[in-house]
């Protein structure tokens, strides 16, 4: 008999013992919830950009709940776990948040990424369909290029002037952050383990997901083209949509109720379904 999510009793029941093996402390560490939505019939799992935090996703959970229950990843290494040591590819991060979000699954899912996120999502949408036959409603990728087309260039920004001008230019900082040195100090160093994270990250182009993706991206983004974030229909057997929005790289910034809107149309049109 299967459920929803396609997952079979068998895989329920693998997915409860395996809850076992990650304590609520450590899925505290990784996952974080704003706003309950106890009665959401959907998740979100959002997946911050390179140097970003969880936290980034407190006014998108604000929006979308309670009527979809959204969480977003902590990655190790910033804010709060700022100690605990980098994930230094992004193999090993999808590994990680696969392993603490698959005893967590109690209802349809969906998953958000922004930049960097946006093949972490990929990639743990990937684990999810092939280790515990789960195939997200929607992955939403966005100011990101498709994953077959890592490698066509590479960012080697390896000294600090490089990495702020970089995040200046890009934008999603705060410029009073870039001119703190203490904060400064305290942020450089994800940054630039995930810059590095991305620069190895490869992914042939016939490597496919079953889940549809939604393209959401800015025709004016200095770090990806159009012609980069359309080829991510290579990258899924379902459906492919494409979202143009305008304002760079961090365009979820300049039109909030617009990204919005998208996502809450499309989990309900996939929840319909």
Same mark, same amino acid.
């Given at each position: 008999?299967?459920?929803?999510?396609?997952?079979?009793?068998?895989?329920?029941?693998?997915?409860?013992?395996?809850?076992?093996?990650?304590?609520?402390?450590?899925?505290?560490?990784?996952?974080?919830? +704003?706003?309950?939505?106890? %009665? @959401?019939?959907? *998740?979100?799992?959002?997946?911050?950009?390179?140097?970003? !935090? =969880?936290?980034?996703?407190?006014?998108?959970?604000?929006?979308?709940?309670p009527d979809f229950d959204v969480t977003a990843i902590q990655y190790p290494g910033r804010q709060d776990r700022y100690s605990e040591p980098f994930v230094?590819?992004?193999?090993?991060?999808?590994?990680?948040?696969?392993?603490?979000?698959?005893?967590?699954?109690?209802?349809?899912?969906?998953? +958000?990424?922004?930049?960097? %996120? @946006?093949?972490? *999502?990929?990639?743990?949408?990937?684990?999810?369909?092939? !280790? =515990?036959?789960?195939?997200?409603?929607?992955?939403?990728?966005?100011?990101?290029?498709?994953?077959?087309?890592?490698?066509?260039?590479?960012?080697?920004?390896?000294?600090?002037?490089?990495?702020?001008?970089?995040?200046?230019?890009?934008?999603?900082?705060?410029?009073?952050?870039?001119?703190?040195?203490?904060?400064?100090?305290?942020?450089?160093?994800?940054?630039?383990?995930?810059?590095?994270?991305?620069?190895?990250?490869?992914?042939?182009?016939?490597?496919?997901?079953?889940?549809?993706?939604?393209?959401?991206?800015?025709?004016?983004?200095?770090?990806?083209?159009?012609?980069?974030?359309?080829?991510?229909?290579?990258?899924?057997?379902?459906?492919?949509?494409?979202?143009?929005?305008?304002?760079?790289?961090?365009?979820?910034?300049?039109?909030?109720?617009?990204?919005?809107?998208?996502?809450?149309?499309?989990?309900?049109?996939?929840?319909?379904?």
């Amino acid at each position: 008999m299967r459920g929803a999510w396609g997952v079979s009793r068998s895989h329920r029941s693998d997915r409860r013992r395996n809850s076992a093996l990650v304590k609520p402390s450590t899925q505290r560490l990784w996952v974080r919830r +704003f706003h309950e939505a106890d %009665g @959401a019939k959907t *998740g979100l799992v959002c997946f911050p950009h390179a140097g970003g !935090s =969880a936290s980034y996703f407190y006014r998108l959970s604000a929006a979308l709940s309670p009527d979809f229950d959204v969480t977003a990843i902590q990655y190790p290494g910033r804010q709060d776990r700022y100690s605990e040591p980098f994930v230094k590819t992004i193999d090993d991060l999808a590994d990680h948040i696969f392993a603490v979000l698959n005893p967590m699954i109690d209802r349809p899912i969906a998953l +958000f990424g922004h930049s960097m %996120g @946006a093949v972490v *999502g990929f990639e743990v949408a990937r684990r999810f369909e092939k !280790s =515990a036959g789960i195939k997200p409603t929607t992955v939403f990728v966005s100011a990101m290029r498709a994953p077959g087309r890592f490698g066509e260039e590479t960012t080697q920004v390896e000294d600090d002037a490089g990495l702020i001008n970089r995040m200046r230019t890009l934008g999603g900082t705060d410029p009073l952050l870039l001119a703190d040195p203490k904060m400064l100090e305290m942020v450089l160093p994800a940054f630039r383990n995930d810059i590095r994270a991305l620069d190895q990250y490869r992914r042939d182009r016939e490597v496919r997901i079953g889940a549809p993706i939604t393209v959401m991206t800015a025709s004016d983004d200095s770090l990806t083209s159009m012609d980069q974030a359309t080829a991510w229909e290579q990258h899924t057997s379902g459906d492919c949509t494409v979202h143009i929005f305008n304002g760079g790289h961090f365009y979820l910034e300049k039109h909030p109720h617009r990204v919005v809107t998208v996502i809450a149309e499309t989990l309900r049109s996939r929840h319909s379904e």
